[in-house]
């Protein structure tokens, strides 16, 4: 379901559930064909479906306003209502979660000066590294490890941190960061860093 409601939707409004549900079958033979891939629905009157869809539209539209107003630190068995929500968390559309999570990210963004890092970069040490506490990686990771709970919150228009390539005399006006980024991933996915396993295509 999460996959048939777009992502760039802002909500679940009233009129969008109505005209996603409409265009549901609603027969009251099961159409196997149009649910191949879902195993579980293949045999189920198509009417049932909708059904069900109803369902877990209204109660994502009902959570879309509770969400927000919950605190979902408290532990379990603490709070009835938490728990019943965790309960059923796989009912949760991606929309509805992802509203959720996106707005805590904006209220807990930190742009003031004193969250702004400038981190050097020694790339003549990474062109002759030889061990992984020589790669662009372990040189971001050493120097931002202490405070990122703070660094990583900067709003979504703003640079994480400013780059500085020792002795390059580099100003970061984007290319210095935009490169160190590039050089990040490139350790991460090199053999450098055993961080991932390499998948059989990889």
Not at 40 to 54: E, F, G, H, N
Not at 144 to 158: C, I, K, P, Q
Not at 163 to 190: E, K, W
Request: net charge negative; with cysteine.
């Amino acid at each position: 379901m999460n996959q048939n409601i777009g992502f760039d939707d802002n909500s679940l409004s009233h009129e969008f559930v109505i005209n996603f549900i409409e265009s549901l079958p609603a027969d009251l033979i099961p159409d196997s064909a149009k649910y191949a891939s879902f195993i579980c629905l293949c045999d189920m009157p198509s009417a049932y479906i909708q059904t069900r869809v109803k369902f877990f539209c209204l109660f994502n539209i009902f959570l879309e306003k509770t969400l927000p107003k919950i605190d979902f630190i408290v532990p379990s068995g603490i709070g009835f209502i938490v728990d019943r929500i965790r309960s059923v968390r796989h009912c949760i559309l991606f929309i509805t979660k992802y509203d959720v999570f996106n707005e805590a990210l904006v209220k807990t963004a930190d742009s003031s000066a004193s969250s702004e890092v400038d981190i050097k970069f020694d790339i003549v040490k990474v062109s002759t590294a030889e061990h992984l506490e020589e790669t662009m990686f372990y040189q971001a990771y050493k120097q931002l490890n202490s405070d990122a709970s703070r660094t990583f919150r900067r709003s979504n228009d703003e640079k994480a941190w400013k780059a500085t390539y020792v002795g390059m005399f580099s100003d970061d006006q984007g290319g210095p960061y935009r490169d160190l980024i590039t050089r990040i991933c490139a350790d991460l996915c090199s053999t450098q860093l055993p961080l991932f396993i390499l998948c059989p295509n990889g």
